[in-house]
């Protein structure tokens, strides 16, 4: 009797690593059972767990949708400003605003491909931030080039002011940035932390009236949760998540039965809270103009989406 038809048939797939406890195929997510070093690896896979083998040279990228702009840091800076994340560039960094190709991987992530053909533009803009000048009256620079060149200007900025930002926050900011310069930048970062901490102001006000209102469920509610409920809970608000686009990255349990919520979504990190039970937000962790309590942990994404789409983003909550 063969006795490996019970065991699983064994395949071998190369597939690129981001980190985390999973890895995506085209058509499945599979768990990692060790994860290795972010990087390309042959993988044997048996059933929906993922061994790493050995480092693998890059595959299967040509079929996939190719995306091309400048780099930005660790990101690629596309059409409509957009800035995304790379994985697994090269261990020898490109120039700053190199022109690069890349490729969406299955999961969503750009992966990269290769250097573009660099022209006089570049030079010229990498000069411009060199000696603190602005892109007013230099023409013929991409508009992906030219976005970059402004988030590079917020960047030093925000390292000089000490005022953190994340991409979509700023991204219909950029080509302001890079036509006004320095000054233009600092103002809006300024006018950024002002609307972050109007928000944290609404939101302690709002929870200190409620607090009252609750206290005397939380007592009812205080008794210890067994862990089995605990990790079923985890279990849920990963799924509510995977479903909605996100990714889970982190939990931790607050007082009031509620839960501090960390994950992933086109590219950014969000930080929420929600109540343990219905998964209702109690602070999303971006302004939502004192509607935090309209939503839910499943529908939190495609707010954040549509935020991040008009150009409204404001992040309150960062690790």
Not at 103 to 130: I, K, P, S, Y
Request: charge should be neutral; charged fraction near 30%; include cysteine.
């Amino acid at each position: 009797m063969d006795y490996r038809k019970f065991l699983g048939k064994v395949e071998s797939e190369v597939l690129p690593y981001f980190g985390g406890a999973s890895v995506d195929a085209a058509s499945r997510r599979l768990r990692v059972s060790t994860p290795p070093a972010p990087g390309w690896w042959r993988f044997e896979v048996q059933g929906r767990t993922a061994t790493a083998r050995e480092p693998a040279e890059p595959r299967g990228l040509d079929g996939l949708p190719l995306v091309r702009g400048h780099l930005w840091g660790t990101r690629l800076v596309r059409e409509g400003a957009v800035a995304e994340p790379i994985q697994l560039l090269p261990e020898e960094e490109p120039p700053r605003f190199s022109p690069l190709r890349v490729r969406r991987w299955h999961d969503g992530t750009l992966v990269f491909e290769g250097l573009d053909f660099e022209g006089e533009a570049e030079g010229t803009v990498r000069l411009m931030l060199e000696e603190g000048q602005t892109l007013a009256e230099v023409k013929a620079v991409p508009a992906s080039l030219r976005a970059a060149f402004g988030y590079a200007v917020l960047e030093a900025a925000s390292r000089a002011l000490g005022i953190r930002f994340s991409a979509p926050e700023v991204r219909g900011q950029v080509l302001a940035v890079a036509e006004g310069g320095r000054s233009v930048a600092e103002a809006w970062l300024r006018a950024l932390v002002a609307e972050r901490e109007a928000h944290v102001r609404a939101v302690e006000a709002r929870l200190r009236a409620l607090e009252d209102q609750r206290l005397e469920l939380s007592r009812l509610r205080a008794q210890p949760r067994p862990l089995e409920r605990q990790a079923r809970g985890a279990v849920r608000v990963e799924r509510v998540l995977e479903a909605a686009g996100a990714r889970l990255l982190d939990t931790r349990r607050l007082g009031n039965e509620r839960l501090e919520v960390t994950f992933g979504f086109m590219g950014e990190r969000f930080i929420s809270i929600v109540e343990a039970g219905s998964l209702q937000v109690v602070d999303a962790g971006i302004c939502l103009a004192g509607a935090d309590r309209q939503v839910t942990l499943e529908s939190l994404p495609s707010v954040i989406r549509e935020a991040i789409e008009d150009d409204v983003l404001v992040i309150t909550r960062h690790a």
